[in-house]
T-cell receptor, first 114, second 113 residues
Framework: ETGVTQSPTHLIKTRGQQVTLRCSSQ?????VSWYQQALGQGPQFIFQ???????GRGNFPPRFSGLQFPNYSSELNVNALELDDSALYLC?????????????FGPGTRLTVL | QKEVEQDPGPLSVPEGAIVSLNCTYS??????FMWYRQYSRKGPELLMY????GNKEDGRFTAQVDKSSKYISLFIRDSQPSDSATYLC?????????????FGAGTRLAVHP
């Protein structure tokens, strides 16, 4: 069974640029959630994708957007990067979107915005 | 006030000690309760998953949920240096067909030989 994978591992961007982060879900999982974890804090929910559509969103501006593909992999796109976007971005996959579901996390992508 | 409160520590204990980690929460709609372990610069690893109130045991780990007090705990018996990590509590409610996890800030644990 393959776990959740993310790429790239690290990324350095400058303010105003755009970034795309990628996630492959665990085998058999059809739901992907994205979280942002600032240093010393717990992860914060950005949004969730199920059946290629966003079906839930946290308190993040529209410049955070995503995609889910037919193979359940996903992308997180962030436009007009700000210094505060520097964080560890985590992808989590689960078997179903609602109800009881265990979410399994990938290793994360560490984004630094200069 | 945050929805989930967790003491950030750090908590330092000798090897073999019993460790108690706790979280409190304010949202009575939470039904699912989780504990994750996160090593430095890694993603969170799911340790325990509990639905509603009660206890759950898995090896050296015991999770307790008291919904009446809005309080959850994780106990680690016979702690090992390899248990040194940040422990995150997380909770969710079944809301509109999706589950977002609400995390505490995490407690840093150091187990010294």
């Amino acid at each position: 069974e393959t776990g959740v994978t993310q790429s790239p591992t690290h990324l350095i961007k400058t303010r105003g640029q755009q970034v795309t982060l990628r996630c492959s879900s665990q085998s058999g999982h059809n739901t992907v959630s994205w979280y942002q974890q600032a240093l010393g804090q717990g992860p914060q929910f950005i949004f969730q994708y199920y059946r290629e559509e966003e079906n839930g969103r946290g308190n993040f501006p529209p410049r955070f957007s995503g995609l889910q593909f037919p193979n359940y992999s996903s992308e997180l796109n962030v436009n007009a990067l700000e210094l505060d976007d520097s964080a560890l971005y985590l992808c989590a996959s689960s078997f179903i979107a609602g109800g009881p579901n265990e979410q399994f996390f990938g290793p994360g992508t560490r984004l630094t915005v200069l | 006030q945050k929805e989930v409160e967790q003491d950030p520590g750090p908590l330092s204990v000798p090897e073999g000690a019993i460790v108690s980690l706790n979280c409190t929460y304010s949202n009575s709609a939470f039904q699912y309760f989780m504990w994750y372990r996160q090593y430095s610069r890694k993603g969170p690893e799911l340790l325990m998953y509990t639905y509603s109130s009660g206890n759950k045991e898995d090896g050296r780990f015991t999770a307790q949920v008291d919904k009446s007090s809005k309080y959850i705990s994780l106990f680690i018996r016979d702690s090992q240096p390899s248990d040194s990590a940040t422990y995150l509590c997380a909770m969710s409610a079944n809301s509109g067909g999706y589950n977002k996890l609400i995390f505490g800030a995490g407690t840093r644990l150091a187990v010294h030989p």
